[in-house]
C-alpha cells in the first residue's frame, strides 16, 4: 500500500525549533516531488513547497522562502519540514502529499494524515 | 502568482440533488493543470479530478470536472450523505502552486 505516514502531534513555546517528519513507503520514494501543505485553524490549504527526494531539488512558495527549511533523507525515505524559531501564527495542521506526475501531470494523489503543530507560552 | 477563487463559500443541498462548485483564476491555468480536492472533519484531502476533468483511481462517476482557461466547474450528479464536506480547487500549473479558499457542501 502507498502511503505517508507523518510524525505526531507538536507542543512548542515560541522561539523553540522544530522538525517534523513524512515517511513513504509502498512505492519508490526517490521518484516522487512531496510537498508540504499547511491548514491553520478552521482555514483553508496553502501549498508551502515541495521537494525532489532524488536529488534533494526544492521549491518554496514566496509565502514560505526563509520561513521554513524542507529537506529529505532518500536513505530512510523520509521528508522533513522544520522551523529554527517558531511563531505562535505557525500554529496549524501541516500535510505532506506526494506529486503525482505520470497520470495527473502534478497533482497530489496521496496525503499523509496530518501533524497538528501548537506554538503557544 | 495564480490566485483561484471558489464560489459560493458555502453551498447547501440535500442528498439527492446536484451540486455545481466554481472555481475562477486570475490567470489562465496551462494545460488544464488544475485539481479538486475534497476533504471531511478531522481527514487529510482527497484528491478528486485532475487535469480539470479525470476522475482520480476509486471516484465514483457522479463527480465530473470541467472547464478551461480561467473557468472551471466541480459537479456532483446526485448528493450522497458522504459528499457534504469541503471542496478545494488547486492549480498544478504555474509556481507558486496555489488553492482556492474552499467550498463548503452542508446539508440543508
Known amino acids: 500500500e502507498v502511503q505517508l505516514v507523518q510524525s505526531g502531534a507538536e507542543v512548542k513555546k515560541p522561539g523553540e525549533s522544530l522538525k517534523i517528519s513524512c515517511k513513504g513507503s509502498?512505492?519508490?520514494?526517490?521518484?516522487?516531488?512531496i510537498g508540504w501543505v499547511r491548514q491553520m485553524p478552521g482555514k483553508g490549504l496553502e501549498w508551502m513547497g515541495i521537494?525532489?527526494?532524488?536529488?534533494?531539488?526544492?521549491r518554496y512558495s514566496p509565502s514560505f522562502q526563509g520561513q521554513v527549511t524542507i529537506s529529505a533523507d532518500k536513505s530512510i525515505s523520509t521528508a522533513y519540514l522544520q522551523w529554527s524559531s517558531l511563531k505562535a501564527s505557525d500554529t496549524a495542521m501541516y500535510y505532506c502529499?506526494?506529486?503525482?506526475?505520470?497520470?495527473?501531470?502534478?497533482?497530489?494523489?496521496?496525503w499523509g494524515q496530518g501533524t497538528m503543530v501548537t506554538v503557544s507560552s | 502568482e495564480i490566485v483561484l477563487t471558489q464560489s459560493p463559500g458555502t453551498l447547501s443541498l440535500s442528498p439527492g440533488e446536484r451540486a455545481t462548485l466554481s472555481c475562477r483564476a486570475s490567470?489562465?491555468?496551462?494545460?488544464?493543470?488544475l485539481a479538486w480536492y475534497q476533504q471531511k472533519p478531522g481527514q487529510a484531502p482527497r484528491l478528486l479530478i485532475y487535469?480539470?476533468?479525470s476522475r482520480a483511481t476509486g471516484i465514483p462517476d457522479r463527480f465530473s470536472g470541467s472547464g478551461s482557461g480561467t473557468d472551471f466547474t466541480l459537479t456532483i450528479s446526485r448528493l450522497e450523505p458522504e459528499d457534504f464536506a469541503v471542496y478545494y480547487c488547486?492549480?498544478?500549473?504555474?509556481?507558486?502552486?496555489?488553492f482556492g479558499q474552499g467550498t463548503k457542501l452542508e446539508i440543508k
Open positions: 509502498g512505492y519508490s520514494f526517490t521518484s516522487y516531488w
Open positions: 488547486q492549480q498544478y500549473g504555474s509556481s507558486p502552486r496555489s
Open positions: 521537494i525532489y527526494p532524488g536529488d534533494s531539488d526544492t
Open positions: 487535469g480539470a476533468s
Open positions: 502529499a506526494r506529486r503525482e506526475v505520470t497520470m495527473t501531470r502534478g497533482a497530489f494523489d496521496i
Open positions: 490567470q489562465s491555468v496551462s494545460s488544464s493543470y
